[in-house]
């Protein structure tokens, strides 16, 4: 590995009130998607026992887009929209990635072709800074994707999931980073994952690393550089109700439910 490449989320900067609204919405709604399902859901069910054939129809396509396949393809249309940038304004969000570009200068003189894998904290407990910077690809690897993994129970609900697919979002699963690397993109994993939701503390950044030898063991047998990534200001957006520790009550049961 090399260097860091540090993205940073700022304080929230006076935004248009429509740019302010819109941001505040819909990036609640991706945050809070499965406290949303977990209401419609039910609530859908109640009305089609009612005999409302709209709910059922809503709930049919919602169990349809939960099981359709999914490609796993970057939707451009969808990955360099302005929308992109509204998010990105809302946190005020800046970047440096100056040390990768430099490494890869350094790469082309050797002969040597760039594969980096991309380790990024802290998870928080919505990884926003890894989702805003999804869109810069273009910028920081021009001519390569970084296509980034996910928990498996991210794609388990619908609409969620299409998102992750269409910004290059795969499952964390081995045969998904060897296949990823050996076809020529770059990788993007949160090594902490779960785990460090609960390692948040207002006065400190922690992450968690010492027990995912695996990860690194898998980038230094794909040939791969680590690209240590921190993420500032991940862990002040949300967070967690109660005791807020890896022993935690509610630690076990989101490492439970892999959510």
């Not at 499965?34 to 049919?60: C, D, E």
Request: proline content about 5%.
């Amino acid at each position: 590995g090399f260097g860091s490449t540090d993205l940073v989320i700022m304080a929230i900067r006076p935004l248009p009130l429509w740019k302010h609204a819109f941001a505040y919405v819909t990036l609640g709604l991706l945050c809070g998607w499965y406290y949303f399902l977990m209401i419609l859901y039910p609530l859908l069910l109640f009305l089609m026992y009612r005999g409302s054939y709209i709910a059922g129809g809503i709930f049919v396509a919602l169990l349809v887009l939960s099981f359709i396949p999914l490609k796993f393809k970057v939707w451009e249309g969808f990955m360099y929209c302005w929308i992109w940038n509204v998010w990105r304004d809302y946190f005020d969000f800046t970047g440096d990635w100056s040390s990768l570009t430099e490494q890869s200068e350094k790469n082309k003189k050797a002969g040597r072709p760039d594969k980096f894998f991309f380790f990024e904290f802290p998870h928080g407990i919505f990884p926003m800074g890894q989702f805003l910077s999804a869109s810069l690809i273009r910028d920081i690897t021009p001519g390569k994707m970084i296509c980034g993994t996910g928990a498996d129970i991210v794609f388990m609900f619908p609409v969620m999931r299409h998102v992750m697919a269409w910004i290059g979002t795969n499952p964390a699963k081995r045969a998904n980073i060897t296949k990823i690397l050996n076809r020529g993109d770059h990788l993007a994993i949160i090594p902490g994952g779960i785990a460090e939701m609960y390692l948040m503390n207002p006065d400190t950044e922690g992450i968690f690393l010492r027990k995912r030898q695996n990860t690194v063991k898998a980038a230094i047998q794909e040939g791969a550089d680590i690209v240590p990534v921190f993420f500032f200001g991940n862990t002040r957006i949300f967070s967690t109700v109660g005791k807020n520790s890896s022993d935690s009550l509610m630690s076990k049961l989101s490492r439970k439910l892999r959510a």
